[in-house]
């Protein structure tokens, strides 16, 4: 039972991250009026890209338990999104909260799911 929910709290992740990818994506291609450089937010592409990879990596070696692998993709995972978090914050005087917390209700989700799925004794050595 435990490995469902963290399986069904992986994929929930998985498809939050893929919603937000595409938001970074459509963000950075939207032809904005009064914008000096349009190719000043290409690099969003690349963040939603490797959100959106190592979001399916993590998904998909917790499915396979392995752990490590898990461990090496959350972390990437981790690292892009509070990364992308902080800069954003850093750059707006007036950030609105609501997607801030939105980001960390998502993060949480995958936190779970990859507590949940490890926390159990059955993993043998090979799967670490």
Avoid: C
Avoid at 78 to 107: N, W
């Amino acid at each position: 039972m435990n490995a469902f929910v963290a399986i069904v709290l992986s994929l929930l992740h998985s498809l939050a991250i893929t919603g937000i990818a595409y938001v970074l994506v459509f963000w950075a291609l939207f032809p904005w009026e009064n914008h000096d450089d349009p190719t000043s937010d290409d690099w969003l592409i690349a963040v939603a890209a490797i959100l959106f990879a190592s979001s399916a990596a993590t998904f998909v070696t917790l499915v396979a338990k392995r752990r490590r692998l898990a461990r090496i993709a959350f972390a990437v995972h981790l690292a892009v999104a509070l990364a992308i978090l902080v800069g954003a914050l850093e750059s707006s005087q007036h950030s609105d909260p609501r997607p801030v917390g939105v980001a960390l209700g998502v993060e949480m989700i995958g936190l779970m799911a990859f507590a949940i799925r490890f926390r159990s004794a059955d993993i043998a050595p090979s799967q670490l």
